[in-house]
């Protein structure tokens, strides 16, 4: 009885407390230009749940095009060109989704042709306004939209000028388009659109290709209702003249046609026909309003209409939005609790839920919406991708979303089993890109490691990952890389398995592909490890394999050894330029990173690392030396707007470097570098955040770093840091309490008093500056608490063992060839 009191008395603290009103939904809607999306963080910007399927946010067209970027759908003041459920956020490449859309109109007569968004698209006056589960902005028109949304549904509401005309327009063959590139845009492939009797129900679904992955068409069921019967309502085609799509349309040289209005339903037929209703209510009906609530499935009409009908009984936006923000509250923010009192420092708050908000959008939870096979396993999509996932968010999920993270694994291991391999990247049902090696790999071994067991089937999980060590992937043909697949696995196993190394005159990107296969191996070895102890040191000999690849006479800026391009035959590229590695991309022979940065990237081996770069002293100084600025050889483009260091905080490889003076037992460093990085490149502004978010992982970065703690994922290990705040109450492994506390922090307004004086885990006083998820009675399992004592000083705290190095190994250059003997 007492227990049960307690429960409920937890549970009513941790809800009473609203921290979504700290969260700042439009970070990241901007890059380095002012007013312009391009170089920012592609963030969704609408209503939406935690992981949910429905995103329902604007679509927005902005120019100059090269200044923008589209993939979230938001843009500061781009032209809005429809309202849509399906969004990704934080993404790059070609965009995905902007489907199925409504549109509100005052006007439908000429100039304006329902088939061509140019003649209706509406500029926003005033400032929108976004918080937690709602969004609202004013058109140009005078029509004000408010949205919000449920798990499987949306709901719009029009406030139409008065007097004025009232049209909703609902359009099945929009979609985001990529304007500046073609290969990789999104295009229509058809679409059916059905009135029922009364006409306040419209139902049907939208099919929409390609993008990012160059998926398979996405096929999405649509039920839509308004909640009063429009007086009129009108089902129409027309010819598909989209300029992009490699599907069967109309080729047509001249203006956009006009629609055909086709009574109460319309389809696409064998040439893709646009489909769309205009739905039309008299200025005369004295409302000025007109709501509508759309739900979507992957599976069938019905069950469209179902989530609409079970999941927005109501029609009130107010409700809806504050469902979701308890959704938020319950299921997301308050596992994170600080201070919120009036003392509480209000920008930090904003950074830390935002951050959370922002990690909680993507991938998208879609059990029972697998059109693809019947399973009973949780179905997931959008991971985009695991290249920027398994970096550190994945290890912050298993905390504190353990279910859903164990739902998500279950996802993944399912794909293996009916389409032959886990995804690197996935999105509308389809495995790609692969940006480096197979990732999930790191994923399944980070949450193998730290004990996530439940009802992950371990013998298919280790059968997963063993697939994507052992079987090339068929080519997948795409047009940026002649050289293997980008769908999924490891492309260069050819190269991998006999030569130990990735070489580059054989395979794109064989700097990379030799680091991120060398962890991949690694990841593969820890599973390996309890599932199948015979395989275990095979994988951890190929874990190696970077070594076979280090060029200990390459020299750069005065530092010698680096992970260099290396040919079959032995021979290294020499010439090859360890700062600039000129695009980054799929054909290049480093992706996204320079020989220069991705020699730090080994944090299975840092050990060494440390002593290929010439031990302790070296290593520090090269290190240091990444953080100079003007030090940049590159301009990686929107991977590193602004940044004139090495070393990228904005991009994923180098997420990890900044903490890497642990290893050497300097944990001041550390969080001298770590919290530099953050106050130079996180800010509550709508361009406080340093690029693209990459799905939400550098908000995960910024989450680790204000908690305190850095994970080095694949192992148990967290290195300790410097938290944030003097107090944080975690809630970890469903409904355990991990305290974090901070005695002498001092740090507001440019004061430093967050050094690390010293440490104690569960009142026993700790030596290290690491420690494991199992440690101290299983302080990351069964909770516990952390007390930090901070300082001015910059000390060296830390007198036990440097962080460990699981995979140590010292293999000569001209080893390879027997690396497998
Ligand atoms: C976009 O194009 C305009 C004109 O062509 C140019 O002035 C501007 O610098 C470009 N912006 C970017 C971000 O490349
Ligand atoms: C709007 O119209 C233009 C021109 O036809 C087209 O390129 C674009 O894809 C359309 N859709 C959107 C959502 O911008
Ligand atoms: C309109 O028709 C649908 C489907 O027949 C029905 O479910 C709904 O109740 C009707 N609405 C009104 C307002 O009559
Ligand atoms: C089609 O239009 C383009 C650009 O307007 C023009 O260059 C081309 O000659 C036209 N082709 C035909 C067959 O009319
Ligand atoms: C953390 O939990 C402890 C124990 O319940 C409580 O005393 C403390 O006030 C909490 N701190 C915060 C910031 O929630
Ligand atoms: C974050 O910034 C926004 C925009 O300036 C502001 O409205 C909001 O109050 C800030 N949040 C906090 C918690 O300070
Ligand atoms: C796990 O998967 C293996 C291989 O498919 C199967 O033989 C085994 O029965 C499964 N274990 C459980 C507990 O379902
Ligand atoms: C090794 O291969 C590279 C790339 O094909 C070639 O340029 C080089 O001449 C070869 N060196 C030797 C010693 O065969
Ligand atoms: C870096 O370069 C910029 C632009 O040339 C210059 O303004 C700045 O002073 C330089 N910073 C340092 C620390 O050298
Ligand atoms: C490498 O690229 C950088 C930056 O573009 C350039 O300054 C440098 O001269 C190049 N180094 C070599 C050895 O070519
Ligand atoms: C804690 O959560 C686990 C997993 O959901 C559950 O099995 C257990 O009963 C919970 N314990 C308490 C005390 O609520
Ligand atoms: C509040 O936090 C921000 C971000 O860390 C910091 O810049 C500012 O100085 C802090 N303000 C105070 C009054 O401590």
């Given amino acids: 009885m007492f227990v049960f009191f307690l429960g409920l008395a937890l549970r009513a603290t941790a809800q009473d407390v609203d921290y979504a009103q700290f969260v700042n939904p439009f970070i990241g809607t901007e890059g380095a230009i002012p007013g312009y999306a391009y170089g920012g963080g592609d963030v969704f910007v609408g209503g939406a749940v935690p992981f949910g399927m429905v995103k329902l946010g604007l679509d927005t067209y902005e120019e100059p095009i090269n200044q923008s970027a589209l993939n979230g759908g938001y843009t500061p003041h781009g032209k809005v060109t429809g309202i849509s459920l399906m969004h990704e956020s934080g993404t790059g490449g070609g965009p995905k989704y902007g489907f199925?859309?409504?549109?509100?109109?005052?006007?439908?007569?000429?100039?304006?042709?329902?088939?061509?968004?140019?003649?209706?698209?509406?500029?926003?006056?005033?400032?929108?306004?976004?918080?937690?589960?709602?969004?609202?902005?004013?058109?140009?028109?005078?029509?004000?939209?408010?949205?919000?949304?449920?798990?499987?549904?949306?709901?719009?509401?029009?406030?139409?000028?008065?007097?004025?005309?009232?049209?909703?327009?609902?359009?099945?063959?929009?979609?985001?388009?990529?304007?500046?590139?073609?290969?990789?845009?999104?295009?229509?492939?058809g679409a059916e659109i059905e009135m029922q009797p009364n006409s306040t129900e419209y139902t049907g679904y939208t099919s929409i290709a390609n993008g990012w992955c160059l998926g398979a068409p996405v096929t999405v069921y649509v039920c839509g209702e308004f909640d009063n019967p429009p007086d009129e309502a009108r089902a129409f085609s027309?010819?598909?003249?989209?300029?992009?799509?490699?599907?069967?349309?109309t080729f047509d040289n001249g203006t956009t046609p006009q629609p055909t209005f086709t009574g109460s339903s319309a389809r696409a037929g064998p040439l893709s026909d646009r489909v769309g209703a205009i739905f039309s209510w008299n200025s005369t009906d004295?409302?000025?309003?007109?709501?509508?609530?759309?739900?979507?499935?992957?599976?069938?009409?019905?069950?469209?209409?179902?989530?609409?009908?079970?999941?927005?009984?109501?029609?009130?936006?107010?409700?809806?939005?504050?469902?979701?923000?308890?959704?938020?509250?319950?299921?997301?923010?308050?596992?994170?609790?600080?201070?919120?009192?009036?003392?509480?420092?209000?920008?930090?708050?904003?950074?830390?839920?935002?951050?959370?908000?922002?990690?909680?959008?993507?991938?998208?939870?879609?059990?029972?919406?697998?059109?693809?096979?019947?399973?009973?396993?949780?179905?997931?999509?959008?991971?985009?991708?695991?290249w920027d996932l398994f970096r550190n968010q994945v290890s912050l999920w298993h905390l504190i979303q353990p279910s859903y993270y164990e739902s998500m694994i279950r996802s993944l291991i399912d794909m293996?089993?009916?389409?032959?391999?886990?995804?690197?990247?996935?999105?509308?049902?389809?495995?790609?890109?692969?940006?480096?090696?197979?990732?999930?790999?790191?994923?399944?071994?980070?949450?193998?490691?730290?004990?996530?067991?439940?009802?992950?089937?371990?013998?298919?999980?280790?059968?997963?990952?063993?697939?994507?060590?052992?079987?090339?992937?068929?080519?997948?043909?795409?047009?940026?890389?002649?050289?293997?697949?980008?769908?999924e696995g490891r492309s260069a196993l050819n190269d991998w398995i006999p030569l130990g190394y990735?070489?580059?005159?054989?395979s794109t990107r064989a700097v990379s592909k030799t680091v991120e296969y060398s962890l991949n191996d690694f990841a593969v070895s820890?599973?390996?490890?309890?599932?199948?102890?015979?395989?275990?040191?095979?994988?951890?000999?190929?874990?190696?394999?970077?070594?076979?690849?280090?060029?200990?006479?390459?020299?750069?800026?005065?530092?010698?050894?680096?992970?260099?391009?290396?040919?079959?035959?032995?021979?290294?590229?020499?010439?090859?330029?360890?700062?600039?590695?000129?695009?980054?991309?799929w054909g290049d022979e480093s992706y996204e990173g320079t020989?220069?940065?991705?020699?730090?990237?080994?944090?299975?081996?840092?050990?060494?690392?440390?002593?290929?770069?010439?031990?302790?002293?070296?290593?520090?100084?090269?290190?240091?030396?990444?953080?100079?600025?003007?030090?940049?050889?590159?301009?990686?483009?929107?991977?590193?707007?602004?940044?004139?260091?090495?070393?990228?905080?904005?991009?994923?490889?180098?997420?990890?470097?900044?903490?890497?003076?642990?290893?050497l037992n300097k944990q001041w460093k550390s969080v001298q570098r770590s919290r530099q990085l953050a106050n130079d490149f996180y800010f509550n502004t709508s361009n406080g955040i340093p690029g693209n978010s990459d799905a939400g992982a550098l908000n995960g970065w910024l989450v680790w770093q204000m908690i305190g703690m850095y994970p080095i994922v694949t192992t148990p290990v967290y290195l300790l840091e410097s938290p944030w705040f003097d107090d944080i109450n975690i809630t970890v492994n469903h409904n355990h309490t991990l305290r974090?506390?901070?005695?002498?922090?001092?740090?507001?307004?440019?004061?430093?008093?967050?050094?690390?004086?010293?440490?104690?885990?569960?009142?026993?006083?700790?030596?290290?500056?690491?420690?494991?998820?199992?440690?101290?009675?299983?302080?990351?399992?069964?909770?516990?608490?952390?007390?930090?004592?901070?300082?001015?000083e910059q000390v060296i705290w830390e007198t036990g063992e440097v962080p460990p190095s699981p995979a140590h190994m010292v293999l000569d250059v001209g080893q390879r060839r027997h690396l497998d003997e």
């Fill in 740 to 792: 974090i506390r901070a005695e002498g922090l001092d740090d507001g307004e440019g004061r430093q008093g967050y050094y690390v004086q010293g440490v104690s885990i569960n009142g026993q006083p700790w030596s290290k500056n690491w420690f494991e998820h199992e440690d101290v009675g299983g302080i990351m399992t069964n909770g516990g608490e952390m007390l930090f004592q901070l300082g001015t």
């Fill in 100 to 189: 199925p859309a409504q549109m509100p109109l005052t006007m439908i007569e000429a100039p304006v042709n329902l088939l061509d968004n140019l003649t209706y698209w509406q500029k926003r006056v005033g400032d929108d306004v976004a918080s937690v589960g709602y969004f609202r902005t004013q058109f140009e028109s005078g029509v004000a939209v408010e949205l919000s949304a449920s798990r499987h549904a949306g709901l719009y509401h029009y406030t139409f000028p008065s007097p004025s005309e009232k049209h909703v327009l609902v359009d099945f063959s929009h979609y985001l388009p990529y304007p500046t590139r073609s290969w990789d845009s999104q295009f229509y492939t």
């Fill in 416 to 487: 293996f089993k009916h389409e032959g391999y886990m995804p690197d990247g996935r999105s509308g049902n389809y495995n790609g890109l692969v940006q480096g090696g197979s990732n999930a790999d790191n994923v399944l071994a980070d949450a193998y490691v730290k004990g996530l067991r439940g009802n992950i089937n371990w013998t298919e999980g280790y059968a997963a990952v063993k697939k994507n060590a052992e079987v090339l992937p068929f080519f997948d043909q795409n047009p940026v890389d002649p050289q293997g697949s980008l769908k």
């Fill in 502 to 506: 990735v070489s580059a005159d054989r």
């Fill in 595 to 663: 020989a220069f940065e991705y020699s730090f990237v080994i944090p299975h081996d840092v050990g060494r690392v440390i002593e290929l770069m010439g031990g302790p002293q070296h290593f520090e100084e090269r290190l240091d030396y990444v953080f100079q600025p003007n030090t940049s050889g590159v301009d990686l483009g929107v991977n590193g707007l602004g940044i004139t260091t090495i070393n990228n905080v904005a991009n994923e490889p180098d997420f990890q470097t900044p903490y890497l003076y642990n290893y």
């Fill in 286 to 386: 004295g409302s000025d309003e007109v709501k509508s609530r759309v739900g979507i499935s992957f599976m069938s009409v019905e069950k469209a209409c179902a989530y609409k009908n079970t999941e927005l009984s109501s029609w009130s936006i107010e409700e809806t939005a504050q469902a979701a923000r308890d959704e938020w509250n319950r299921d997301v923010f308050s596992k994170i609790r600080v201070d919120t009192s009036d003392a509480a420092n209000k920008t930090r708050l904003a950074l830390l839920y935002s951050s959370l908000y922002f990690m909680h959008l993507i991938p998208s939870e879609r059990v029972g919406e697998n059109p693809l096979w019947e399973s009973d396993e949780p179905y997931w999509d959008d991971f985009y991708t695991m």
């Fill in 238 to 249: 027309g010819k598909n003249t989209f300029p992009v799509g490699r599907h069967f349309r």
């Fill in 526 to 585: 820890q599973i390996a490890a309890g599932e199948e102890p015979g395989d275990r040191d095979l994988y951890l000999r190929r874990s190696a394999g970077w070594q076979l690849s280090w060029d200990p006479e390459a020299t750069s800026r005065g530092f010698m050894g680096f992970v260099m391009p290396r040919y079959a035959n032995g021979t290294f590229h020499k010439t090859y330029n360890i700062t600039n590695c000129g695009d980054c991309n």
